[in-house]
């Protein structure tokens, strides 16, 4: 009988043995998969201590809270001086009478400050509300353009401004027009223009034995932190090569992709205006082009982000953000600190940042309502803006010009000088902004 017994015993055990390395394989594979799932950025990357990046978007938000809490006082009227003039601050871990204690040693520039003070109120930023957007919590999300131009993008602490790393050549650009783009946001208020707020450069060390100088801007986020974008459009005016190829068993979530030029003619797409506000946009359109022709810029494109007042909101983000939140400034606390995720529920703001909503393109939650004919608004909000403003029409340029016109017809192409392009992306906005009526006649 004990010969018997032992059989089924040993059986037994050999079977709750493999029971149980299946299931703590099971419980395994189903860790790594939540620990991937919570990992997956479905729109940029997730920066965390350790990130490549992390210490350049650390140093740029610590140089931009500084600068900008430095650059206070009675207003002045501009000169000529203001818009040449640089201030530069140095960071590092024990701190100075200019400068607080610093996670890490860097060098930090401002130019032009007193000029970017006079647009951020002309922009209707109230200097404190700036100040407090930039300080404490950092929402370290980058954002890569990936083949083209190479930068980044971060995000102030309530989601409301963006931090985007810009080429050097850009960076001059920026400055050899900075005095007509302020006398334009001067006269039209409501520009769509990517508002600037800041320009900036980081030098820091890099690879224990070089030097980095990252050059970089401050500029609005036109997409609200508390409202859902369910499709969003990149629009030039160009149709070739302009197209985004959707995954066919991913077309209900059309909110992870930047859709271009050919997918909003495929798809019928329209920026729903009536008599009104069409009138309104399209004149500050043309004003605007105008400004771009004059100061020989192209490859700029309408960034257009609709959100759908019937699906409203969901409390899940787009994309994983994490938060760089110290308690304090003290030496050890920010050494210390390292980044959390984001809850969109209880880090962001609910509702739009104050001064927007006494201009044309923001006054509605943030964006500007679709309407009809009868000027009655529809089920729409879009949050729109002219992106991309800082390529002049250069010699390299030209040169492609000329490689692409061989191949393919002068129209089609992205390449062209100011003039050409500018008229060619209004004719193309204005073709695409239509009512309902017209489009179902």
């Not at 200019?98 to 922009?123: G, I, N």
């Not at 995000?155 to 080429?167: A, E, G, N, Q, V």
């Not at 760089?324 to 600190?337: A, E």
Request: glycine letters at 6%.
């Amino acid at each position: 009988m004990e010969v018997f017994a032992a059989k089924p015993d040993s059986t037994n055990t050999e079977i709750l043995r493999m029971r149980n390395s299946i299931l703590v394989k099971r419980n395994i594979k189903k860790k790594k998969k939540e620990f991937l799932e919570d990992e997956k950025v479905l729109v940029g990357n997730k920066i965390s201590e350790g990130h490549e990046n992390f210490v350049m978007a650390y140093n740029m938000l610590t140089g931009i809270r500084v600068a900008v809490s430095r650059c206070s006082g009675v207003m002045k009227k501009l000169n000529d001086d203001d818009f040449k003039t640089t201030k530069k601050l140095s960071f590092n871990m024990d701190g100075s009478e200019l400068t607080p204690s610093s996670k890490y040693d860097f060098k930090f520039k401002d130019y032009c400050p007193e000029v970017f003070r006079e647009l951020r109120s002309l922009f209707g930023l109230d200097p404190a509300d700036y100040l407090v957007s930039i300080t404490g919590k950092y929402i370290l999300s980058e954002l890569g353009s990936p083949g083209k131009s190479g930068s980044f993008f971060y995000y102030s602490r309530d989601y409301r401004f963006i931090i985007k790393t810009i080429h050097h050549s850009e960076h001059k650009q920026l400055r050899r027009i900075l005095k007509d783009y302020y006398e334009h946001v001067k006269e039209n208020p409501n520009t769509l223009i990517s508002q600037f707020y800041g320009l900036h450069r980081v030098k820091m060390p890099f690879n224990k034995s070089g030097i980095r100088k990252v050059h970089f801007v401050v500029m609005n986020n036109l997409f609200p932190p508390h409202r859902d974008i369910h499709r969003k459009f990149d629009l030039k005016g160009s149709t070739w090569g302009r197209i985004t190829k959707l995954d066919p068993t991913k077309e209900q979530n059309l909110a992870q992709y930047t859709l271009k030029d050919v997918n909003f003619l495929d798809r019928h797409e329209s920026i729903k205006f009536g008599p009104h506000k069409r009138k309104l946009f399209f004149a500050q359109l043309e004003a605007d082009v105008a400004l771009l022709k004059k100061i020989n810029v192209m490859d700029y494109s309408l960034l257009l982000g609709v959100h759908d007042v019937k699906k409203g909101n969901t409390f899940e983000l787009s994309q994983k953000l994490s938060v760089f939140d110290p308690k304090s400034n003290d030496k050890s606390i920010l050494i210390n600190t390292n980044p959390r995720d984001i809850d969109r529920e209880f880090d962001l703001p609910s509702n739009v940042f104050p001064g927007r909503s006494k201009y044309v393109f923001y006054g509605h939650d943030g964006g500007i309502r679709a309407t009809n004919e009868d000027n009655e608004p529809m089920g729409e909000i879009y949050y729109l803006g002219i992106i991309d403003c800082l390529t002049n029409y250069s010699i390299k340029k030209r040169l492609e010009t000329v490689w692409r016109s061989i191949g393919h017809t002068r129209s089609t192409i992205s390449a062209l000088p100011a003039h050409e392009y500018g008229d060619r992306f209004l004719k193309f906005i204005k073709v695409g902004t239509s009512s309902s009526k017209k489009k179902s006649s």
